[in-house]
């Protein structure tokens, strides 16, 4: 298998775990009005979107989801998503290769006391997966502190389950962008 389309099963994964979290918090009242589930799912999502423009070279807007609420960012989340799918899918085995200037680096080196390493588009597209992953964790433990029980979605689960394009909430799958032949 190559990294492109390792990577490629990771996005759609990425895709069906995020519309399956957004379906599970729309559908329970009590989840969909907590703050502490809103601030994560607002934080993935424009991580997502800011990662996104860095690899289009746009500009980036850390707060593009700050005041959206839980309809508007499921919108959000599944445009990111296919905008970053088309992205994805645009790639080749040499462009994943590409070193990736991310506006911030600079600072996180004064944060952590060294000089960052130079880092690939393939790094940034393995950062956007685990760092969402890490985010619907954090999610998923605040709804059973919520008494709800949060869906399966871990990757061995997409895969059990034939991976299944994203069922986003509030409409039809769309266009199936980087579905495996």
Not at 51 to 74: E, G, S, T, Y
Not at 146 to 173: N, V
């Amino acid at each position: 298998m190559s990294a492109l389309t390792l990577l490629t099963d990771l996005y759609r994964y990425m895709g069906w775990a995020d519309a399956l979290m957004l379906t599970t918090v729309m559908e329970n009242p009590e989840a969909a009005k907590d703050e502490l589930v809103l601030a994560k799912l607002r934080h993935l999502h424009a991580t997502q979107r800011i990662f996104l423009d860095v690899w289009n070279d746009r500009p980036i807007d850390p707060k593009a989801a700050d005041k959206l609420d839980l309809p508007a960012l499921a919108v959000f989340a599944r445009e990111v998503h296919d905008s970053a799918m088309q992205f994805l899918t645009s790639q080749t085995s040499k462009t994943l290769q590409t070193p990736v200037k991310l506006p911030w680096s600079k600072t996180a080196s004064e944060k952590l006391g060294f000089e960052v390493a130079e880092h690939t588009l393939a790094d940034t597209l393995v950062q956007v997966s685990s760092h969402s992953c890490y985010h619907r964790g954090q999610i998923s433990a605040r709804l059973r502190e919520l008494g709800i029980d949060p869906p399966m979605i871990d990757y061995i689960a997409w895969t059990w389950r034939h991976k299944p394009e994203a069922s986003w909430p509030g409409g039809d799958q769309g266009e199936k962008l980087g579905k495996a032949e």
